[in-house]
Structure formats: structure tokens, C-alpha cells
């Protein structure tokens, strides 16, 4: 069975391009159900649907979330739906099998005056030598709804020019348009000063110039996402609030939220945030009558007791 998740994360990356983490995902789910099958004397060309329903019991059983096990039950779908089409199997055993309902939790996010004491705490947080990077991962990724991956990805040349317009490279490939805000271009402007003296420094010492527009050391060559959360969680205690609240998707949730509350509507939205549906950005919606409910029973006088 490795052999053969190995040529179905093959075909998902020459084929539709998956991204990095997405086949990462899929080899550790795909991984756990073989060891799964493995252990009860299984193999995935004999398992049945009745196999794959005792595993998906199983997972509950360890305590795994709902969304996990529909992760799970969608990696094995996939799989099995590849190894119908390439002949290792006549049927695909959980084509039928109806996945766990997924726990539709409002996405949690920040007031305007929390983001702007965020950006506020990127002028005085953190060294010297970090602050105009911080200053223009933060003013992008609030102005853009950029996933994190795509922010820290970002090739320099897109930046380049004082664009009005980023482009932004998506799942699976997938290519978008986004405007910058005044203050999120002045503060690209500002880290590319710094960013193209540095990368100068590296040049004359023999070192090879970085393509992207937050460069590192490390093996991906960019800031990395991990570290990117990091410096979010900093932020969040320079600027007083509860690091547990802020992450860098909270900040792409309050993109979202903040322009769906002052007017924008959601086909607009699904774009900017890169959506291939448009039922995910739907649950903005709930955020917003969420908070019209609670403005209601606070400030509504026959709603108080």
C-alpha cells in the first residue's frame, strides 16, 4: 500500500497541483489507515466498506473530532476513487459511506480596534531589524485575507513597483487578484528597502539572492508559517490582548468579517479570500447575525430582565 499512496500523491501534485501541506496531510491520514488495515491482517486492495466504517468507528472511539474523521474518510475516498481509475480496485469501498457531520463552529475573530492596536504594536514590538518585516506581513495579511502560506510564499517580484494590485497564488495553483490598501503598499514599500539591503549584503558575500519577499535561512528559503504564528502570539501580548484569541487566521476571519459589516458582499468576498466555493464564506453571515443578536439582547430594553 505505500507503493501505492506514493503514486496517488504522484498523480495529486503532476495532476492538480496539491499543495505541499495537502500532501502531507493526505500521506499521514492514508498512512494511519494502512498501519490501521495492517494490524487486522487487512490490505487495501481486499478491504471492504464495512473495513473503512470500523476504522472511521475506531478513530471516534480514540476521541478524534468530527472534522478529523471526515479529513480521514475524504483522504481514503480520494485514494480509493485513484485506485478504481488506475484498475487496482473494481469499486471504490467508500463512495458510499456518509462522513461525519462537521461541527459548524463560528469563525472566531477580532473588533477593528483590536486589529488596530495589533498593527499599532508592529511600530514598537520586537527588534529593531524585525519591524519593518512585521509591519508589512501584518498590514498584507489584514488588507489582503491572505492564507498564511500564500503571505509567506510571496516572491519578491510580485512586490516590486508599488503595485495596487497583488497577485496571489492560491490552492492548487490556483491565481488572484488582490488590492492593497495605502498604508499596506507604504509598508511593502518600506520592508523592500530594507529587505533588497540585506539581500545585497548576502550577494557580495557570495550568497545567492532570495526570491521571496520575506526571505530566511532555513530550507524553505521564506519565513516560515510556524514562525509566522509566533510572531503573531508576540504581537498580541505587546498590544494587550489574549494571545489564545489571535492567530494569523483570526486575522484573515476580521478581513472578512469587517468588510461583510460595512458593505461588501459575499461574491466579492469569496474572491478575495480565494474561495472555491461560496457556501464557505457563507459562515461570515452567522458571524454577523451573532452579533446583531447580542446587540439586541444588551442594548434592547424590553430584552432585559
Avoid at 91 to 114: C, F, M, W, Y
Avoid at 189 to 213: I, M, N, Y
Avoid at 233 to 258: I, M, Q, W
Avoid at 272 to 286: F, M, Q, R, W
Amino acid at each position: 500500500m505505500k507503493r501505492r499512496i506514493s503514486a496517488f500523491l504522484d498523480a495529486q501534485a503532476a495532476e492538480l497541483n496539491a499543495a505541499q501541506n495537502t500532501l502531507l496531510a493526505y500521506a499521514r491520514d492514508l498512512t494511519d489507515f494502512a498501519e490501521w488495515l495492517g494490524d487486522r491482517g487487512l490490505s487495501d486492495e481486499k478491504a471492504a466498506q464495512s473495513d473503512i466504517e470500523d476504522y472511521l468507528i475506531a478513530c471516534e472511539s480514540d476521541g478524534l473530532a468530527a472534522s478529523t474523521r471526515a479529513r480521514l474518510l475524504s483522504a481514503i475516498r480520494q485514494f480509493y476513487r485513484f485506485a478504481y481509475e488506475e484498475g487496482w480496485r473494481k469499486d471504490n469501498p467508500a463512495q458510499q459511506i456518509k462522513g461525519p457531520g462537521r461541527n459548524h463552529r463560528l469563525p472566531q475573530t477580532l473588533s477593528v480596534d483590536e486589529v488596530d492596536a495589533l498593527l499599532k504594536a508592529t511600530e514598537t514590538s520586537g527588534r529593531d531589524r524585525d519591524r519593518l518585516r512585521n509591519q508589512c506581513l501584518m498590514q498584507l495579511l489584514y488588507a489582503t485575507g491572505m492564507r498564511v502560506s500564500e503571505l509567506v510564499e510571496l516572491p519578491v517580484a510580485a512586490a516590486r513597483g508599488d503595485p495596487r494590485m497583488l497577485l496571489v497564488r492560491g490552492k492548487g495553483g490556483k491565481e488572484r487578484m488582490v488590492p492593497l490598501s495605502p498604508p499596506a503598499r507604504q509598508a511593502m514599500a518600506d520592508w523592500l528597502v530594507q529587505r533588497d539591503t540585506a539581500e545585497s549584503r548576502r550577494h557580495e558575500a557570495g550568497k545567492s539572492k532570495s526570491p521571496f519577499l520575506f526571505p530566511s535561512q532555513g530550507k524553505s528559503g521564506h519565513l516560515t508559517r510556524h514562525r509566522f504564528y509566533l510572531i503573531v502570539k508576540e504581537l498580541a501580548l505587546a498590544a494587550g490582548l489574549d494571545p489564545a484569541r489571535v492567530s494569523p487566521h483570526t486575522l484573515r476571519h476580521a478581513f472578512a468579517t469587517h468588510l461583510l459589516a460595512n458593505g461588501a458582499d459575499l461574491r466579492s468576498i469569496q474572491v478575495l479570500l480565494g474561495h472555491a466555493d461560496v457556501s464557505t464564506t457563507e459562515i461570515y453571515t452567522h458571524v454577523l447575525d451573532e452579533r446583531l443578536r447580542e446587540l439586541v439582547l444588551e442594548h434592547h430594553p424590553l430584552a432585559k430582565s
